[in-house]
Nanobody, 123 residues
Framework: QVQLVESGGGSVQAGDSLRLSCAASGRTFSSYAMGWFRQAPGKEREFVAAINWSGGSTYYADSVKGRFTISRDNAKNTVYLQMSSLKPEDTAVYYC????????????????WGQGTQVTVSS
């Protein structure tokens, strides 16, 4: 069982940067692929980024490629999402998620979810 807790959300201006963190409990964190998803009001949850167990492979949605960076520190049981050049359309609740096996861009493939953290970007 893995419990996930996100932090680092907030309200920023367009062009600003923000780093989200997701702290995981459990000894098996390093064996999990991790993902970040987001859900804007009135929209479905969408994939943002994912990373494999070692951090050696990362994947991004086209909408964030070049602006967001996912990383992990297995010694700290934490995965990060560094967000730069933020846009108003990045406004959403951001969730981290974990699954055994390979990273995936489908939220239905993830077994564990955090409670989410709000990111609001104003123009």
């Amino acid at each position: 069982q893995v419990q996930l807790v996100e932090s680092g959300g907030g309200s920023v201006q367009a062009g600003d940067s923000l780093r989200l963190s997701c702290a995981a409990s459990g000894r098996t964190f390093s064996s999990y692929a991790m993902g970040w998803f987001r859900q804007a009001p009135g929209k479905e949850r969408e994939f943002v980024a994912a990373i494999n167990w070692s951090g050696g492979s990362t994947y991004y949605a086209d909408s964030v490629k070049g602006r967001f960076t996912i990383s992990r520190d297995n010694a700290k049981n934490t995965v990060y999402l560094q967000m730069s050049s933020l846009k108003p359309e990045d406004t959403a609740v951001y969730y981290c998620a974990g699954r055994r096996g390979y990273p995936n861009n489908s939220d239905s493939r993830y077994d564990y979810w955090g409670q989410g953290t709000q990111v609001t970007v104003s123009s």
